[in-house]
């Protein structure tokens, strides 16, 4: 019996030459065990389509494991993707399972093989009447105005907005626009309206977001993202280093970090740090220790990052105290 890495059957919007512009997995499995394996052995390996009959009863043979009942009122043909392995990504349809993979908290962000994403997701019109193609969008407002209907332009990207195709349970998002399919929110997690996720990042939650977190980072529990903060991610600049936030840290609002940080840090309001910054350490009683570039305190615990507000000199001291967050804006049952 061959090996499943991931499967799944979903709907797909096409545009009028048949191209696929985005899927819709409700169900995905990743890893799935013996007796979905061989049922799901059924179909070839990549992106193929799949009759709702022959789905049905794919469906019924996995007590119903593949997707709901309701994906069998499509009146189209549905397609079904099965990764042998996780190789770089092929087609859209793809690179659509991967994104629900993570959004559906099956994975971790930075844990999938995400090669050949953006050539394979089309840059499309989102609209209240779903995906458009660019080139078909003056046609199809044209189009809408003749009917009596407004046709709204939300964005033009190639990612959609991450509650228009999963809604993960125990969440808050004051804005959804600002979440991207693909992103992982972790329960008790809150976003505000200037809180931004990127894909493949996240939070592992309960944690308060109000600033951004960047593709590739991802922010762990109790961590708190103050107004308009910010955390780089690896897709600009060429960088490399993935950013992670440990437990119980505080970003202030307007402050940002360029590197991992370990549990129970600080950054003070409007101070960014990157690698390249000189940082000078203390001790408790306020002593210099040494001056470093903040690249070398990489993945630290307890750090807490000040300026002197008279010379504009990083500080970095011992912080003992965890931050604590309001258990109360976390409680989203």
Same mark, same amino acid.
């Given at each position: 019996? @061959? ?11 096409? @545009? ?8 819709f997995f409700a169900q995905p499995v990743i890893h799935p065990d013996k007796d979905f394996v061989a049922v799901v052995n059924r179909f070839p390996n990549g992106t193929s389509e799949i009759t709702t009959d022959a789905a049905a009863a794919a469906n019924q043979a996995t007590g119903g494991r593949?997707?709901?009942? +309701? ?7 549905? %397609? ?22 993570? @959004? ?15 050539a394979h997701l089309p840059n499309l019109a989102w609209t209240s009447q779903g995906p458009v193609e660019l080139e078909s969008l003056t046609e199809q407002i044209l189009k809408s105005r003749l009917q009596g209907r407004h046709l709204e332009v939300m964005s033009l990207d190639k990612f959609p ?12 998002? +004051? ?44 922010? #762990? ?6 107004? @308009? ?24 609002? /307007? ?22 910054? %000189? %940082?000078?350490?203390?001790?408790? #009683? ?15 615990? #307890? ?22 967050? /309001? ?5 989203? /049952?």
């Amino acid at each position: 019996m @061959s090996e499943v890495f991931a499967f799944g059957v979903g709907h797909a919007n096409y @545009s009028a030459t048949g191209k696929v512009l985005d899927c819709f997995f409700a169900q995905p499995v990743i890893h799935p065990d013996k007796d979905f394996v061989a049922v799901v052995n059924r179909f070839p390996n990549g992106t193929s389509e799949i009759t709702t009959d022959a789905a049905a009863a794919a469906n019924q043979a996995t007590g119903g494991r593949l997707f709901p009942d +309701a994906l069998l009122e499509a009146d189209q043909p549905l %397609v079904v993707v099965k990764l042998a392995t996780d190789g770089a990504i092929t087609d859209t349809a793809q690179a659509y399972l991967k994104l629900h993979l993570l @959004s559906h908290r099956l994975t971790l962000p930075n844990t999938l093989n995400l090669d050949g994403i953006f050539a394979h997701l089309p840059n499309l019109a989102w609209t209240s009447q779903g995906p458009v193609e660019l080139e078909s969008l003056t046609e199809q407002i044209l189009k809408s105005r003749l009917q009596g209907r407004h046709l709204e332009v939300m964005s033009l990207d190639k990612f959609p907005k991450m509650v228009n195709y999963v809604m993960p349970t125990g969440v808050r998002i +004051a804005d959804a626009s600002r979440i991207r399919l693909g992103a992982y929110l972790g329960e008790g997690t809150t976003v505000m309206h200037e809180g931004f996720v990127n894909f493949n990042a996240g939070a592992m939650g309960p944690n308060m977001v109000e600033g951004r977190i960047s593709q590739g980072v991802i922010i #762990d529990s109790d961590t708190d993202l103050g107004g @308009s903060s910010s955390t780089m991610g690896t897709l600009s600049g060429g960088g490399e280093i993935t950013i992670r936030i440990g437990k119980s840290c505080l970003i202030g609002a /307007n402050a940002g970090t360029g590197i991992p940080l370990g549990d129970r840090c600080t950054i003070e309001a409007g101070l960014y740090i990157t690698a390249g910054t %000189v %940082v000078t350490v203390q001790d408790e #009683d306020g002593k210099t220790l040494q001056n470093i570039k903040a690249r070398d305190l990489a993945g630290a615990s #307890d750090l807490l990052f000040i300026r002197n507000s008279q010379t504009g000199q990083v500080l970095c001291r011992t912080n003992r105290q965890a931050i604590a967050l /309001n258990k109360n804006l976390h409680a989203h /049952n």
